[in-house]
Nanobody, 128 residues
Framework: QVQLVESGGASVPAGGALRLTCVVSGNANKNYHMAWFRQAPGQEREGVAGIDIYGATNYADSVQGRFTISIDNFKGTLYLEMNSLKPEDTATYYC??????????????????????WGKGTLVSVSS
């Protein structure tokens, strides 16, 4: 059973930066496509950034150029570097692992129904 634990959420002013971390365990040496999603109060969960097992990435238009997703397979850790944060980035951020064996098409676009495992989320709050 894959387990995902996020950390790094905080309250920051607009223009600030944060790095979110997701520790992956229980994957029995299998590599999964991974992604970050976010959900603001009253809104649907949306894909933010994804990375496949080959290192290809995709980003939501709203974060392109500001966020960077990366993975350290040796450490079993997924990251999301967030720069130039805006108040509209305020949300709970979730780490997710895609259904095992899914092709890289899962990146385009990122959809919750393609993900099998979820963390409990970490809250990011950006003040204006």
């Amino acid at each position: 059973q894959v387990q995902l634990v996020e950390s790094g959420g905080a309250s920051v002013p607009a223009g600030g930066a944060l790095r979110l971390t997701c520790v992956v365990s229980g994957n029995a040496n299998k590599n999964y496509h991974m992604a970050w999603f976010r959900q603001a109060p009253g809104q649907e969960r949306e894909g933010v950034a994804g990375i496949d097992i080959y290192g290809a990435t995709n980003y939501a238009d709203s974060v392109q150029g500001r966020f960077t997703i990366s993975i350290d397979n040796f450490k079993g850790t997924l990251y999301l570097e967030m720069n130039s944060l805006k108040p509209e980035d305020t949300a709970t951020y979730y780490c997710a692992a895609a259904k095992y064996g899914l092709g890289s098409e899962f990146l385009f676009p990122l959809r919750t129904y393609n993900m099998d495992y979820w963390g409990k989320g970490t809250l990011v709050s950006v003040s204006s």
